[in-house]
């Protein structure tokens, strides 16, 4: 399942024409819509979540690796759990620093009649190179959780996770996608990110969770 050249160029041009698309016409439409009905998804969008919230894999990584390494020794699992702690690890991390680079604000910008939209990246040209960053990280520093919209966090875990089990169980990969799919939308309905931020959280998940497998596939290639 690893992508080649082509495939990739390829995937990374379809996402990238969505997230640009998503971003400048139809993000705000969408966000404005779900936070002028918070009663009627929010709750929905929230419970959904709760699937896609990254320390539920990691800890299962964790313990399932202790458990069939020093427990009920058994390398096979052993491998695959350590794997699933890995993926989880490492794209999340990924996720995290694109979240502080581009530091963009939330949907909750545009409540109330508020506009504040975009990210704080690309904004501010009229200071100094120093002065700009300076308000970047002061800023991001103050609301951390407010500027961290993109890409999705969740979606990049969930994504990761389905490939991981596309890895393992290739037979059920349209089960694991119809959830990556529902935990990803379920951001929007919750009103934490826009549409775009999910498009960028598949880019994450993905290629940081095949570059990973690429990279271990000769160690895990008789056990995945």
């Known amino acids: ?30 966000a404005k819509y779900f936070l002028a009905n918070i009663p009627t998804y929010e709750h929905i969008g929230d419970m959904i979540s709760i699937a896609g919230e990254s320390h539920w894999y990691i800890a299962t990584g964790i313990l399932g690796f202790v458990f069939f390494k020093y427990y009920k020794k058994n390398r096979l699992l052993e491998q ?27 949907p909750w910008g545009l409540r109330e009649g508020h506009n504040e939209y975009g990210f704080l ?17 002061l800023t991001l520093f103050e609301s951390p959780t407010t500027y961290s919209s993109f890409p999705s966090g969740h979606t990049t875990t969930v994504v990761a996770v389905a490939i991981y089990l596309s890895l393992l169980f290739p037979k059920y990969k349209v089960l694991w996608f119809t959830f990556a799919i529902i935990m990803a939308l379920s951001r929007v309905l919750a009103n934490d990110h826009f549409l775009s931020d999910i498009f ?9 969770t095949l570059f990973l497998y690429s990279k271990m596939k000769d160690k895990f290639e008789k056990t995945i």
Not at 5 to 19: A, H, N, P, Q, W
Not at 92 to 101: A, E, Q, R, V
Not at 200 to 208: D, K, N, R, T, Y
Request: net charge positive; hydrophobic share 60%; aromatic share 20%.
């Open 121 to 137: 990246l690309f904004q501010n040209f009229d200071m100094g190179f120093i002065e700009k960053m300076k308000y970047h990280f």
């Open 200 to 208: 960028a959280g598949i880019i994450v998940g993905s290629l940081s």
């Open 80 to 106: 695959r759990f350590l794997f699933l702690l890995y993926v989880n690890l490492f794209s999340g991390i990924i996720n995290l620093l694109l979240k502080w680079l581009f530091s963009r604000i939330r």
């Open 1 to 30: 399942m690893i992508l080649s050249k082509r495939s990739l160029f390829l995937f990374l041009g379809i996402m990238v024409t969505l997230i640009l698309t998503s971003y400048f016409f139809a993000d705000k439409a969408i």
